[in-house]
């Protein structure tokens, strides 16, 4: 009996140390688990006036015709246009506002893409990527003035509420002049795009640019930052 002592004193030691690393200070959260409760918000300078965006306003999904032109005029008054039909301009916009001092900010994602490499959605009336965060990714993009008129170009545009967009608004048949030299000097860059738990996607952006009013004059927007969830 002797001989089994060591063999009993050794097995509650290691008991012991089972019991101690059981009660054992819990780990803090996930970055991905305190993410879920991050709310959208961004802020933006305008005119020497800074705002601060922090309330959903919208979101939309469109699918439109790309690379469009005019093919011909009839009388000086009907403009037929048509584009690529076997590609998809795909485009995703997200609205932050702030009622309080009218702040608001739109922000567009949009991309050319071939038909094979989209499917439709449960509807049957919208195609979408195959991959759903094609468009996010993180790194820099262009400002694209032809956004909602030719869509020949991927990028990214902005509109700011009182002040303008960063695209031109005057259809094809109109004249315009916005050229794309003027956003030369802007930037727009997605710094970070996280997985968040629940399936959606964290995004972090800083940008600048140039958006036009109405009579096409120019307003600098500048120290432009965003954060907001991808679905």
Do not use: W
Request: aromatic residues 12%; hydrophobic residues 35%.
């Amino acid at each position: 009996m002797k001989k089994l002592k060591p063999l009993l004193f050794l097995c509650l030691l290691s008991v012991f140390a089972a019991c101690k690393k059981d009660t054992a200070t819990p780990q803090p959260s996930t970055p991905q688990q305190e993410e879920i409760a991050v709310t959208d918000s961004g802020s933006y300078t305008v005119n020497g006036k800074t705002y601060v965006v922090n309330s959903f306003g919208n979101f939309s999904v469109s699918n439109t015709d790309a690379s469009l032109k005019i093919d011909s005029v009839v009388d000086h008054v009907n403009y037929y246009i048509s584009g690529n039909k076997d590609s998809v301009f795909f485009a995703r916009t997200y609205g932050i506002s702030n009622y309080k001092d009218e702040g608001y900010m739109e922000i567009s994602f949009f991309k050319k893409y071939s038909k094979t490499e989209m499917h439709k959605d449960g509807t049957g009336l919208l195609y979408n990527p195959n991959d759903p965060i094609d468009l996010f990714k993180v790194g820099k993009y262009n400002f694209q003035v032809d956004y909602t008129r030719a869509n020949a170009n991927n990028g990214v545009a902005v509109s700011i509420y009182k002040n303008g967009r960063s695209y031109i608004t005057r259809s094809l048949a109109e004249n315009t002049t916005i050229k794309q030299e003027s956003q030369n000097a802007s930037h727009f860059e997605i710094i970070s795009l996280k997985h968040l738990k629940y399936g959606a996607y964290l995004l972090e952006a800083k940008f600048n640019a140039v958006v036009f009013d109405g009579e096409e004059k120019p307003h600098q927007v500048t120290n432009g930052y965003i954060r907001m969830t991808i679905p």
